[in-house]
């Protein structure tokens, strides 16, 4: 039996808020297998991107925190990948990682990694907005609960392959506030969560869509107001939010760059300013982890 040569490169050097990416390769009678991942850092609110460079095989998925993945092509030769994204709740410590690969012959071959998890660093604030919004009227609560709902069914019909091309770009090139996961008290009272970043940027700029993707809304919503959110598939949408107007409708498909709307100071706000986020199947994931990733 040829010999199977493993190189597994897993590195826990713990820098701060980073830790090297971890690679392994099997050479084996169909070729050469190699997983290696991508991410900006390895904690809670980050997005992580698994490739798999591999000859034809039939079926090839992996295991992480009782979820399956399946490898879809990212449009070049041989080259797959699929994203996990690390919630804000994820518990930090060490997450098991675990890829299988099966040919058409019967032939396996597994890969199992120890992902190291640490905790976001998170900033708190007091924020003073209109009453309506800490204590909605009767009709304003039944309209926010339609509204969860609505969300809550866009985000679970995810489209089975990859719809963006390249990187993601910033939508606004104004001033960030690196604010995602901020603990907000709103009033004196109401807890929230910040789940995006603030672009801080005059009402009426242009707002781009920061990949190709499937527009899967376009509405006005309470809490956020002009909104938007983009489908780029296997989970992954991107969401714009306070917009003056909204240039995409539903249904429709956008390339990346393409402008979607305007900013503006509709929903809860202190003054004009994009929010933009993401969100991978269940999970919200920092815009800013997003856009370092390669995907070429």
Not at 57 to 83: N, Q, W
Not at 161 to 168: A, R, V
């Amino acid at each position: 039996m040829k010999k199977i040569l493993i190189i597994v490169s897993l590195i826990f050097l713990f820098f701060p808020d980073y830790i090297y990416p971890f690679q392994a390769s099997i050479d084996t009678d169909h070729g050469q297998i190699t997983v290696k991942s991508e991410y900006r850092r390895l904690s809670q609110g980050e997005l992580i991107k698994i490739s798999l460079h591999s000859p034809e095989f039939s079926c090839a998925k992996a295991h992480f925190e009782g979820k399956d993945y399946m490898f879809v092509s990212s449009g070049e030769p041989s080259t797959f990948f699929f994203l996990i994204g690390l919630g804000l709740d994820i518990k930090p410590g060490i997450h098991d990682l675990n890829v299988r690969i099966e040919f058409a012959d019967g032939q396996r071959k597994s890969f199992s990694f120890k992902v190291p998890i640490s905790k976001g660093k998170f900033h708190f604030k007091k924020l003073n907005v209109d009453r309506r919004f800490t204590s909605p009227s009767p009709e304003e609560h039944e309209r926010i609960l339609k509204e969860v709902e609505l969300t809550m069914a866009v985000y679970s019909e995810p489209a089975s392959h990859w719809l963006g091309h390249g990187k993601f770009i910033m939508p606004v090139k104004d001033r960030i506030k690196r604010n995602f996961g901020e603990r907000r008290i709103f009033n004196d009272g109401f807890l929230s969560r910040h789940r995006g970043i603030d672009i801080l940027s005059p009402a009426g700029t242009p707002v781009r869509a920061s990949n190709s993707g499937k527009v899967a809304l376009a509405r006005d919503l309470y809490y956020s107001g002009n909104t938007i959110i983009i489908n780029h598939g296997i989970g992954l949408f991107s969401i714009y939010c306070h917009l003056s107007k909204v240039c995409a409708e539903e249904g429709e498909s956008i390339d990346k760059g393409e402008i979607i709307g305007y900013t503006g100071s509709t929903g809860r706000v202190t003054g004009p300013h994009l929010h933009w986020g993401f969100k991978m199947f269940d999970k919200y994931i920092a815009p800013l982890s997003v856009v370092c990733l390669s995907f070429d």
